[in-house]
């Protein structure tokens, strides 16, 4: 079958890779490095090129720009009547709903006087700012519909459908309940994840909102910082699919010039810097990891700037790139606690540099005053960040301006939910299909499925995992870091093995639920060890081989295109072709 061909031959190009790269590092045909790791005009033309492809690609396609935005508040009790202005035959019903939970009961009536009960329709908070259906398993004759709840709900929008699918206009009976009824041009052809929320957005995107409509937030197990900088999409571009995912693909865009930099300045190379960012663009979690609205793509950008401008510090002794890695963590630390750490590695990085700093030159003062620095810019500043993050929360009880900072009421709710975020993390107990753990995501043993779509012979899905070539060949390269850290002494390589197990090693002790997209920090330092194999093949005279190995990367990235990005594909390729490991649910 196609699938076990072309994991078959991935594999041998691995073997082959890994091949000249051994023997290469064995024999020591290598040609010195570049003398700078500077920007040069060729490496802006190539940055700027694939990131503009790459940025092109992530945005296509992301959500629907439009959706229902004006709603309406049912009061507990409350009720409305719309009006179809004929008697009709419908199906079935159409409602996008807001914020709150609970339910509804549907009535309908020929007359707008005696009312039958068709259904009781569900508002969870599964299915929030979507699309949802009533059970459409009877048709009803009537004019009239009344809604009624006994819950405090917003509701965007209300659509009836008629018998062959159509949507049918109502109205506002003595125009109260008129949001229901004043957006129905943006109902979509499709209910897709282009047109509503999907998996953890269900909780991101709802409380980004909350922060800009000034409410006490419904999730509150991460920092806020994160769900600020997902509302700004949301406050340029609406609240629709678009409006509250295209930060974080912005954020994925930014990744690459931060990677690029990292790379040129660490190998010297312009290819080996163009083949880490191009393994990192085409690479699947970083794709479908920054398109879907949740946090993660956030931590992740924050994590590539504070390790970029620590290598500046640890390999020019640039004490502004020192205090901007201080300010990186502390805008990642405010965005999600797994930057803390990537923090970690960036401690242990700047204690063994200062050690072998000491062990030559024992200038025991100026790291007593480098501790006095980290102390600020790793501390000090970051818990300033992190602590008026928490602004929005402030603003929902009442709080504004500067002075709110110092109300002890304040205090005590960044400090509150510390103690909240602790206790749900280590107190999670829930299971999930597609959790997964920390030895399962090296080997891509199981993918997370963010979305699953069937249609007649077809099926849709939205999978979180690592490119094969960069998870099997990365992790090879990793265990090469290691060698080369431990026999060669090589700083290189120490680097980009500290921040691997930096982000991975903590998952090992962690009990609590986990999943494939715990790894995608991880995928940075692969593929900067895959850019170091890279550069040594540029060395050794192997310019072809990593030229094909960007282009594996891209054509594996074409291949698995639809497992990514929800597109319908006869169930015959996601089988024959995609599924290549049994566990995949593609």
């Not at 503009?52 to 009547?81: M, N």
Request: aromatic share 18%; charged share 15%.
């Amino acid at each position: 079958m196609v699938k076990y061909f072309l994991m078959a031959a991935l594999l041998i190009f691995i073997i082959l890779i890994g091949y000249r790269f051994t023997e290469l590092i064995m024999v020591h045909r290598l040609r010195p490095a570049g003398k700078t790791g500077a920007m040069e005009r060729m490496d802006c033309i190539l940055l700027a090129a694939l990131t503009l492809l790459y940025g092109a690609t992530a945005f296509y396609d992301l959500g629907d720009t439009q959706a229902p935005e004006s709603f309406y508040k049912f009061e507990a009790g409350g009720s409305v009547v719309l009006d179809m202005g004929e008697v009709k035959e419908i199906s079935n019903v159409y409602y996008y709903t807001g914020l709150n939970t609970g339910s509804y009961d549907l009535w309908g009536s020929l007359d707008g006087l005696e009312y039958e009960k068709y259904e009781t329709l569900e508002q969870n908070y599964a299915n929030l700012f979507d699309w949802n259906t009533g059970s459409g398993e009877t048709t009803h004759t009537c004019r009239y519909l009344w809604i009624g709840t006994a819950y405090g709900l917003y509701v965007g929008e209300f659509v009836a459908v008629d018998t062959e699918g159509n949507p049918i206009r109502l109205t506002a009976v003595n125009g109260e309940g008129v949001e229901l009824t004043d957006e129905f041009e943006k109902v979509p052809e499709d209910f897709t994840y282009r047109s509503g929320t999907y998996f953890d957005e269900i909780y991101h995107a709802r409380t980004a909102y909350e922060h800009i409509v000034g409410m006490w937030p419904y999730e509150i197990s991460h920092p806020p910082l994160g769900k600020l900088i997902l509302s700004l999409g949301i406050r340029m571009f609406g609240m629709n699919p678009f409006g509250w995912r295209c930060m974080g693909t912005l954020a994925g865009v930014l990744m690459l010039p931060f990677l690029y930099l990292l790379a040129k300045r660490m190998f010297k190379s312009t290819l080996g810097a163009l083949a880490t960012t191009t393994f990192f663009a085409f690479d699947f979690m970083h794709f479908v990891q920054t398109r879907i609205a949740t946090i993660d793509s956030y931590a992740v950008l924050f994590i590539i700037a504070m390790y970029y401008f620590m290598y500046c510090y640890v390999s020019e002794n640039d004490g502004k790139s020192l205090a901007l890695s201080g300010v990186c963590f502390g805008l990642g630390a405010a965005s999600k606690w797994t930057c803390i750490y990537a923090g970690v590695g960036l401690g242990v990085i700047w204690l063994i540099h200062w050690i072998m700093k000491l062990m030559k030159e024992r200038e025991y003062k100026a790291f007593a005053k480098n501790i006095g620095l980290c102390l600020i810019w790793f501390a000090a500043v970051p818990v300033m960040i992190y602590y008026m993050s928490y602004y929005p929360y402030g603003e929902s009880q009442g709080m504004s301006g500067i002075g709110m900072f110092f109300d002890p009421d304040y205090a005590k709710i960044v400090w509150n939910n510390q103690v909240s975020m602790l206790t749900y993390h280590v107190g999670v107990d829930a299971t999930h299909p597609y959790s997964s753990e920390w030895y399962q995501w090296i080997f891509n043993i199981r993918p997370i499925l963010y979305y699953l779509y069937y249609g007649d012979g077809t099926r849709g899905s939205i999978a979180a995992f690592v490119s094969p070539l960069v998870c099997w060949g990365g992790l090879l390269a990793v265990v090469a870091m290691g060698y080369l850290t431990i026999v060669r002494k090589d700083k290189k390589a120490a680097f980009i093995l500290l921040g691997y197990l930096s982000q991975l090693v903590p998952w090992v002790f962690v009990s609590r639920i986990k999943f494939a997209y715990h790894y995608f920090a991880c995928v940075v330092f692969l593929c900067l060890a895959l850019g170091y194999v890279a550069s040594v093949l540029e060395r050794g005279g192997r310019k072809k081989n990593v030229y094909a190995m960007m282009a594996v990367s891209v054509v594996l990235f074409a291949i698995f295109y639809p497992a990514l990005t929800g597109r319908a594909v006869g169930s015959g390729y996601g089988t024959n072709v995609l599924k290549w490991l049994s566990s995949w649910p593609l």
